[in-house]
């Protein structure tokens, strides 16, 4: 496998469901992120953990649960979410080099999120 | 005003034709600009990465950033049917994620 993989590839779920997302990267990088694409609207970013420490969270509401257990894979637990939930959800990776640095992300195919 | 606009389209030009699409910011601090282009059902993927003012060119893509406009465009010659995608513009500040633009989709027409 090479690249950022994801699965799965698509899910359905209710609103009183627990899921979780995977995402694996097989780049060598630091730093992973997990991204909302709703249609027509910009990529939203939701988390960026950074050697396996979460940096940042914009404010995502608590039924998305990440989870970094080591710098190639990356989690998002998901419960009781609502139908607006649904959604493109993108996992990316890049090569943090430190403080300061933008470095180019590599995104895997996503997973499409339908929630009834 | 958002910090990142974009066309949505869709745009349809026929092959062969010379693509232009374009980004415009709001902040004049941004320096780090990206292109990246989705396939339907797939990831987006990197095209082209630039870092100030000027012309960058990848084959038959060419990347331009106009700082002084707070513009940036990507021009695709001879287009393909295979480019048809939605190409979505990203722009940083230095040491900050960057900040997606909504896309535009372009259908190339054989």
């Known amino acids: 496998e090479t690249g950022v993989t994801q699965t799965p590839r698509h899910l359905v779920m209710g609103m009183t469901n627990k899921k979780s997302l995977k995402c694996e990267q097989h780049l060598g990088h630091n730093a992973m992120y997990w991204y909302k694409q709703s249609a027509k609207k910009p990529l939203e970013l939701m988390f960026v953990?950074?050697?396996?420490?979460?940096?940042e969270n914009n404010s995502v509401p608590s039924r998305f649960s990440p989870e970094c257990p080591n710098s190639s894979h990356l989690f998002l637990h998901l419960h009781t979410l609502q139908p607006e939930d649904s959604a493109l959800y993108l996992c990316?990776?890049?090569?943090?080099?430190?403080?300061?640095?933008?470095?180019?992300?590599?995104f895997g195919p996503g997973t499409r999120l339908t929630v009834l | 005003q958002k910090e990142v606009e974009q066309d949505p389209g869709p745009l349809s030009v026929p092959e062969g034709a010379i693509v232009s699409l374009n980004c415009t910011y709001s902040n004049s601090a941004f320096q780090y600009f990206m292109w990246y282009r989705q396939y339907s059902r797939k990831g987006p993927e990197l095209l082209m990465y630039?870092?100030?003012?000027g012309n960058k060119e990848d084959g038959r893509f060419t990347a331009q950033v106009d700082k002084s406009s707070k513009y940036i465009s990507l021009f695709i010659r001879d287009s393909q049917p295979s480019d048809s995608a939605t190409y979505l513009c990203a722009i940083a500040l230095y040491g900050q994620n960057f900040v997606f633009g909504p896309g535009t989709r372009l259908s190339v027409l054989p």
């Open positions: 990316a990776s890049s090569q943090d080099r430190g403080r300061g640095s933008t470095d180019t992300q590599y």
């Open positions: 953990y950074s050697l396996e420490e979460r940096v």
């Open positions: 630039t870092y100030s003012s």
